[in-house]
DNA sequence: TTTCCATACGTACGCACGTACGCTTATACT
DNA sequence: AGTATAAGCGTACGTGCGTACGTATGGAAA
């Protein structure tokens, strides 16, 4: 019994714009529409409706539930993040580096400014892994 | 000039299953749409046809270039694929990540299984950008 | 030279996506 | 109580995407 959860239960993916609205979920917790609507980066403004069927989509298809409190509706997610961004960047790794997650890693390092901290962290996570692994 | 340039000479974005395309066709170099064809990962399967639209469509949104010897249409890209997977991976960060990076190499690490020698090849990668960063 | 095969090229088609309007109605203010 | 405001909900609409068919035709085989 997984195979046909997969069939049957299978989520259609969440597009670009809806997994950016999940997230916003995610950080600020059960919320109305305008609560997401202002939580949003300001540099890319959407219209209130337009967030609106974004969370009505992502209800739709399963990641989301909601309740209509009065007049107003609160959304939760219902869907973990981890398992949101896994299906995202496999698909993302699948396409665009035939499923090695490597490749990415190296040009996530490489090619985007990742700072001293950051460097740091990593170097321990990687640390605590090859412990992991070789135990 | 650049402002500008982004304004006229931007090239649509590849859609995911062109991207998948356009790394086969980083791989193995000009080559035909059967080249392309064949060198597809065997569980994805396409279309001949299909995979000649999407070598079209990549070309007309100026991520490839081709010429036509006898009967026979060789496609070349003239992107290279570094630019393209930084956008690519750029717009992920941006909706799941807000921008930032460092979250995605966590879930990578963590998530995702990496081989010891991967790990070892992160570590030396990250001595190697401390150092850089420190000069 | 006729025939066959593979390829190019135009075209198609349904569905998802991004984005939003407009009408209706419940609550909040006056 | 009456009116304004804000939210829900249904609906819309152009565009791109994923996928492929069908027809014409050039080159290879016979």
């Known amino acids: 019994m997984h195979l046909l959860e997969t069939i049957i239960l299978a989520k259609p993916p969440l597009s670009k714009s809806e997994l950016e609205i999940a997230r916003v979920l995610w950080e600020i917790g059960p919320a109305t529409v305008r609560d997401v609507f202002e939580h949003f980066p300001a540099n890319r403004e959407l219209n209130f409706a337009t967030v609106q069927t974004y969370l009505r989509r992502i209800e739709l298809k399963g990641y989301a539930s909601s309740t209509l409190k009065g ?26 580096f035939g499923g090695e997650s490597l490749p990415l890693v190296r040009h996530l390092i490489e090619q985007r400014g990742i700072d001293e901290k950051g460097l740091a962290e990593i170097r321990k996570l990687i640390e605590q892994m090859e412990k992991r692994e070789s135990k």
Not at 73 to 95: F, N
């Open 71 to 96: 007049r107003v509706r609160t959304y939760t997610a219902s869907a973990k993040p981890r398992t949101v961004i896994r299906d995202a960047v496999g698909d993302l790794v699948d396409r665009l």
